[in-house]
């Protein structure tokens, strides 16, 4: 339910069952559970939808890894905000889309590494924002929205992999700003990286060192 655990100051990990179908983690479930330090997801689930602020200021929250294979994936606002001791997030090899929400994992200090977002539609407005141990992460062809200040204030971040082949998804503005002094975006061909160009300069992006992109 939702509040369930909320601001537990004993509480230190949560296990879910081998043996799930869906997976339903309530708005505020975990919120401020300062003592929490891991959550293990079964390989295998139907779909998850984790609500607003569920694991949000768990200051001592650990690496995520979802299930390998799943359903879809929906990440609430402010899910994951300020859990500073994340420095790896997982998502699933498999699954249907991954959508995340505003303000998700905002002030993860500590995230270096996203894996697997092949699936990933949509990343809200401040998704990542101030997650400034990040130093790279990779676009995927099925992305379709990236919200404002998705990537804002990431200071290590330098590369943006683009996997798209020939369109941008819909951007918003300043999504890379206040990132790495040598930021650039890779895309894989000369069509896409004119295609993030055009849509980059369509919102006003066009002309600051955070839109430059390179050939890969």
């Given at each position: 339910s939702e509040s369930a655990f909320e601001?537990?100051?004993?509480?230190?990990?949560?296990?879910l069952p081998k043996k799930c179908?869906?997976?339903?983690?309530k708005k505020a479930a975990f919120n401020e559970c300062k003592t929490l330090k891991t959550i293990t997801f079964p390989k295998?689930?139907?779909?998850?939808?984790?609500?607003?602020t569920a694991f949000r200021f768990c200051e001592s929250l650990q690496d995520i890894t979802f299930p390998e294979k799943c359903g879809t994936l929906t990440i609430g606002n402010q899910a994951f905000r300020y859990?500073?001791?994340?420095?790896?997030?997982?998502?699933?090899?498999?699954?249907g889309d991954i959508s995340i929400g505003k303000y998700a994992f905002v002030s993860c200090l500590g995230i270096t590494k996203i894996k697997n977002t092949d699936n990933i539609v949509k990343y809200?407005?401040?998704?990542?924002?101030?997650?400034?141990?990040?130093?790279?992460?990779?676009?995927?062809?099925?992305?379709k929205f990236?919200?404002?200040y998705a990537f804002y204030e990431c200071n290590s971040l330098k590369k943006v992999y683009v996997n798209s082949k020939k369109e941008a998804p819909k951007l918003e503005r300043n999504i890379f700003a206040w990132t790495h002094k040598n930021f650039e975006i890779i895309a894989k061909n000369k069509t896409a990286a004119q295609a993030w160009k055009k849509v980059l300069k369509?919102?006003?992006?066009?002309?600051?060192?955070?839109?430059?992109?390179?050939?890969a």
């Amino acid at each position: 339910s939702e509040s369930a655990f909320e601001k537990s100051t004993t509480l230190k990990s949560v296990t879910l069952p081998k043996k799930c179908g869906k997976i339903t983690i309530k708005k505020a479930a975990f919120n401020e559970c300062k003592t929490l330090k891991t959550i293990t997801f079964p390989k295998e689930s139907g779909n998850i939808t984790i609500g607003n602020t569920a694991f949000r200021f768990c200051e001592s929250l650990q690496d995520i890894t979802f299930p390998e294979k799943c359903g879809t994936l929906t990440i609430g606002n402010q899910a994951f905000r300020y859990c500073p001791k994340i420095k790896t997030l997982t998502f699933p090899k498999k699954s249907g889309d991954i959508s995340i929400g505003k303000y998700a994992f905002v002030s993860c200090l500590g995230i270096t590494k996203i894996k697997n977002t092949d699936n990933i539609v949509k990343y809200s407005a401040h998704a990542f924002e101030n997650c400034n141990s990040l130093t790279s992460v990779t676009i995927s062809d099925k992305t379709k929205f990236i919200g404002e200040y998705a990537f804002y204030e990431c200071n290590s971040l330098k590369k943006v992999y683009v996997n798209s082949k020939k369109e941008a998804p819909k951007l918003e503005r300043n999504i890379f700003a206040w990132t790495h002094k040598n930021f650039e975006i890779i895309a894989k061909n000369k069509t896409a990286a004119q295609a993030w160009k055009k849509v980059l300069k369509k919102v006003g992006d066009g002309d600051t060192k955070v839109c430059y992109i390179q050939y890969a």
